[in-house]
């Protein structure tokens, strides 16, 4: 098993260019999520997915966009990069019947800068 | 309100000695899970140890345990014969039922093991 998997694992964009940051996992977990870790802070919840075709938002949306058109697969759009949102990017994984009680399994992270 | 406080933005300790990494948590749902990660200086997070609302016994994996006391609602990372490799930043973060499973992070301790 591979994981979780993320791509690009580092990015450099100019303000106002849009991109795409991917991530799939193998593990055939319900439950998709998006972090953003900043320096000196926790990781920050985006998005999330509890399913294909279900996405919420967590504490810090603004900016970004999700789908999730299959189990495996969670792609986070970025509309128009600003410097604001340079940062560590993280994808993560986990079973989501049975209750709060299961670990999130993360990817590799992506560093993002944008100039 | 924060729901995940880590009062210790850094320690030190002697190699071969324990370390206690004090981690409290705010909720008022009756189901929640607690998870302790280690994020090494490559970057990646690793999940240590978990730790449900309704277990009875304070977790265990190998050299961690987690020092659970419901009704002071923390949950304390104790690493026993600490290595040269546990040198790297934890975090605590806490999954409630009620709140759609998202997972919130505390800031986080980094910890130095001097050899």
């Known amino acids: 098993n591979a994981g979780v998997t993320q791509t690009p694992k580092f990015q450099v964009l100019k303000t106002g260019q849009s991109m795409t940051l991917q991530c799939a996992q193998d593990m055939n977990h319900e439950y998709m999520s998006w972090y953003r870790q900043d320096p000196g802070m926790g990781l920050r919840l985006i998005h999330y997915s509890v399913g294909a075709g279900i996405t919420d938002q967590g504490e810090v949306p603004n900016g970004y966009n999700v789908s999730r058109s299959t189990t495996e697969d969670f792609p986070l759009r970025l509309l128009s990069a600003a410097p604001s949102q340079t940062s560590v990017y993280f994808c993560?994984?986990?079973?989501?019947?049975?209750?709060?009680?299961?670990?999130?399994?993360f990817g590799p992270g992506t560093r993002l800068t944008v100039l | 309100a924060q729901k995940i406080t880590q009062t210790q933005p850094g320690m030190f300790v002697q190699e071969k000695e324990a370390v206690t990494l004090d981690c409290t948590y705010d909720t008022s749902d009756p189901s929640y899970g607690l998870f302790w990660y280690k994020q090494p200086s490559s970057g990646e997070m690793i999940f240590l140890i978990y730790q449900g609302s309704y277990d009875q016994q304070n977790a265990t994996e190998g050299r961690y345990s987690l020092n659970f006391q419901k009704a002071r609602k923390s949950a304390n990372l104790v690493i026993s014969a600490s290595q040269l490799g546990d040198s790297a930043m934890y975090f605590c973060a806490m999954r409630e039922g009620g709140n759609d499973y998202k997972l919130s992070f505390g800031a986080g301790t980094t910890v130095t093991v001097r050899a």
């Open positions: 993560a994984s986990s079973k989501y019947a049975g209750g709060p009680f299961h670990e999130q399994f």
